[in-house]
């Protein structure tokens, strides 16, 4: 890890930002490096992750390592996976499951983290919260229509690909487009190997 992303990672663990909006208290969980060639931006931690401080270490971690085509061991590799969602700590639980994410975390950290990494990135959103900050031109496009189309330009990211959240919900929504898991996860996964090749 180069001295600047050391900086912003002891930064960041010490964030209280919003501290007391916090049911079970600050615990940021980032991954990322200077050499990173693929980011996930996601969503928010769950409490399976704020217990363990490691991201995506849940069920829907294996999904989506799954879908990527990728190891624990590549994955968690952070000079090869950026991992940031939009809100670094467990936000508390809301009406069907867990609550959105902070707002205070994107514009407090992102930009710093974006300008860490390499511009040649794979940029992948994870879910609705990453899809609607960074591509904000399709608000009114559904999530099927938005992963169908693949790559999108971001006006901060520049390309980046939108991706289901995946969660347990997902299961039913894969089921009615089978195109997802027949077309879509086996290009992605080329492009993964090939960023990382």
Known sequence: MNELADTLHREINACTICAHHLPLGPRPVVQFSAKARILIIGQAPGTK??????????????RLRDWLGLTKDAFYDAQKVALMPMGFCYPGKAKGGDAPPRKECAPQWHDRILALLPKN???????????????????????????????????????????????WRVRMWMGRNPWYQNEVVPR??????????
Do not use: C, F, M
Not at 53 to 61: C, E, I, K, N, Q
Not at 134 to 154: A, C, F, M, W
Not at 188 to 197: D, G, M, N, P, W
């Open 121 to 167: 990135r794979l940029t992948l959103l994870v879910g609705s919260y990453a899809q609607a900050q960074y591509l904000p031109q399709t608000r009114k496009t559904s999530l099927t229509d938005r992963v169908k189309n693949g790559e999108h330009i971001s006006d901060a990211l520049g390309p980046a690909i939108p991706l289901p959240h995946p969660s």
């Open 49 to 62: 992750v704020h217990k363990s401080g490691v991201p995506w270490d849940d069920d829907s971690g294996d």
């Open 188 to 197: 992605l996964q080329k492009q993964i190997a090939e960023r990382l090749s």
